[in-house]
């Protein structure tokens, strides 16, 4: 039973000739307690289509397609209906937590706010809450702490701060945009290992943004491949790794340096990610494809159980997972 | 393969912070943000050297002594025999054509006013390498040699991607025909399918060119990847070095083994919801006593407080500053 | 062969200037260049303009409002209104650029150098701007001027020892701003001069903000010039300057408007050229990363 459907999701900026497709009709599924990594290179559409599920699009961006949240399409939804989902219902976390939070005011202030937004609690009892939140992310010494100001936390300390704020409502999915992209390994390794935790004590799911895919091998159950705005690839986790079924999913995993290969050549995608006004006609990999053919550069691929079950938009899908892993 | 060619001798770097003048008035003594804390390390002719470790551990600013971009608090760097660490003028010159450096952002490290061609001329005039007449083909030969597009020359540095950036500023680097090339987290500003194609290009120069490469990065399936030795810092410290497969098969030192852990695996099997370290990196203002590391360490015992563990060997090629000398640890 | 040899060789050399071509140039670059070539082109051949002697009397045609045959009139000495404003180009074009000139070139090289070195050098410079600002530009400009005696010359001289600080003051933050940029270490690493990295790599980025002030300040230097012209400390009398003129104006305002708002028009207009072409070089110097 799934959380969360998006069915054709898109999301364009600017109007007339000048505009700009980040997201072309993506569609996906989040199932309770699960998390989903969404994985791509920059401009890939990953972190768009993250904030487009709950509208939050810079001016001049819109939205379109069905984002189906417990029998509402949040995409028409209200103003007021949109509004009591986001940061109650779904929270999100961003990737600089210091630009998040604000930082003339305190802590507890920021966690206060937002319980008094999204719960009942008064008085002592909140007080009590935000502390049992910050304690909740592992924040030593919260009663303290409370009282502090964002500047007076290190980065890892900051992220959990701005966890504690979006859990203060006890949502049911997470958003998660590249929550660790500015953090050092073993203070990611410290935020993911919380995320996961906290995801199994309030039975939440999560949507992981990231570029590295070595934060979904470590935490997501499901993964889906962003490109150019859409979704070329997205199956378990276990399978992508075990047997890739689109060429650009190959060649990212063939791009990460692995231990049994030192100092040999990397199997590096050639060219560079397309820019959102310069997307190639077809599949808009084929330019960098080693297995591109003609229908490659003339039709799109659609994203079809093509492996087995693995939705893949590969017209070449056979041929690349028949090299098996890369990693 | 084994010649010396840089020597780092107890090297300390410190960057005062400034006081106002009321903190002044009051007399409040001068504080520092303690960068090197007695770094020594030997990069040996025509090999890679990785330096690996967090933000905060001095890796960045140890790549900036090599190249005497600052100048050191104490300790000192020989370059083949000599002391590099007071040079200037036309010596330091001589140097830096010698050891050059490549940096990180590839959107600062560029002069945004100047052609590709006018970068190299300039860099190429300065040190006398080719007659005037030369230039050019040397430039469409340095262009080529980094894999950079016919009738590049010409271009500004706005004109190209991140990674052709990087190319720029790899032939910038070459193009006085170094022997040392000092990089400075080449890659990480990169998208990932466009930093295997630089670090292609480093290795394949490398050959070509028999190279030593000062390779300092935070991440260490790259730094694995691409460097014969590897040496790890902590606060300001190396705190074990080891042939990169040694190293990343055998860790001896506590940080080491955590940095390994939280590394993020390729394989979803390996997955295991154990925090590699805990606690945050202490104040680099004011060190802990004794280790560095043992405001973190799992293994830290009452001698880790009061005395500071020195790198000794630990096999062929391989040190490591902890007190405990155990083949591997239990773990954790 | 040698056809296309021609196009690449025009696009080569297009490139070593720098040159956008005509119609990627901003619109007030534009705008504010035709003024000024349009201005400075009338103070290097006013006789061509005018068509009066602008220091002949006509005792038979004094304060006469604009005709045909006077368009801007003429004043209480039966001077042509319009070629005094003509001929007074020649004056406050000089004034424009050199009031400023030395202060751009001057300000702009100390700025570089303190910006570069920081620290005491930085500190002694931060306490004479602070002396420098602390008085109001006009007075200090006067006091020194009266010091010295009226004239032309000596105003420059006045605006040249007070002027710099600001072009020192706008270009040392910027160079401090770039020197910690990465190609600034690259140029060290280089092993080139200190000379080398601050003049041909850092200036470079870092003059624009000086040059659009540099408009900006011909613009108030014009003003400048008339204001002491109208003190009687600046142009005297009975040389053609807008400010002479207005300050003769001032005792006929309510019977001969046009003495002193055709003048003061040809301020506005010239004003206007100096802040149009330094908003179209602010664009067009603009940094691309």
Redesign the interface.
Known sequence: MSLLRVRDLTATFGAGASRLTAVNRVSFDVAQGEVLGLVG??GSGKSVTLRALLRLLPVGGAVSGRVEWEGRDLVTAGDRELRAVRGRQISMIFQEPMTSLNPVLPVRVQIEENLRAHTGLRGRARTARAKELLDLVGIPDAGRRLDEFPHQF?G??RQRVMIAIALASEPRLLLADEPTTAL???????I??LI??LKDQLGMSVVLVT?????V???CDRMAVMYAGRIVETGS??DV?ARPAHAYTA?????????S???S??????G??PQLDRVPPGCAFHP?CRFATDICRRDVPALEPRVGERLSACHHADAVAAEGSP? | MSETVLSVEDVRKDFPITRGVLERLRGRPQRAVHALNGVSLEVKRGETLGIVGESGCGKSTLARCLVRLLDLDGGRIVHEGTDVSGLTGPDRRAFNRRVQMIFQDPYSSLNPRMSVRQILTEAMRVHDMRPAAEIPARIEELLDLVRLPAGSADKRPHEFSGGQRQRIGIARALCVEPEVLVADELVSALDVSVQAQVVNLLLELQERLHLTVVFVAHDLRLVRHISHRVAVMYLGKVVEVAEAEELFERPRHPYTQALLHAAPSLDPAQRTRAVAARGELPSPIDLPSGCLFRTRCPHAFDRCVVEEPALTPRGTGHVAACHIDAPVFEAS | MSESAQPEAADAARRSVRLPRPGHLPLPFIGGALILGLSVFVAAFPGLFAPYDPLAFDYNAVLQGPSAAHPFGTDNFGRDVLSRVIHAYTIDMQIAIFATIFPFVFGTAVGALVGYAGGIAETIFGRVVDAVITFPFLVLVIAIVSVLGPGLGNMYIAVGLVGWVFYARITAAEVRVQKRLDYADAGRAMGYTHARIIFRHLLPNAITPAIVYWMTDMALAILLGSSLGYLGLGAQPPAAEWGVQIAEAKNFMSTAWWMGVFPGLAIVVTGLGFSLLGDGLAELLRTRR
């Open positions: 290179e920059s290190s890892g300390m050092d390994v073993t203070i990611q390794d410290q993911l290992k996961l935790d570029h590295d895919l070595g934060v091998a470590e935490t986790v276990t790794f060649g990212l995993m063939a791009s990460v340096p692995r231990a290969a030192a100092r050549v990397l199997h590096s995608i050639e560079t990610p960098r990693v």
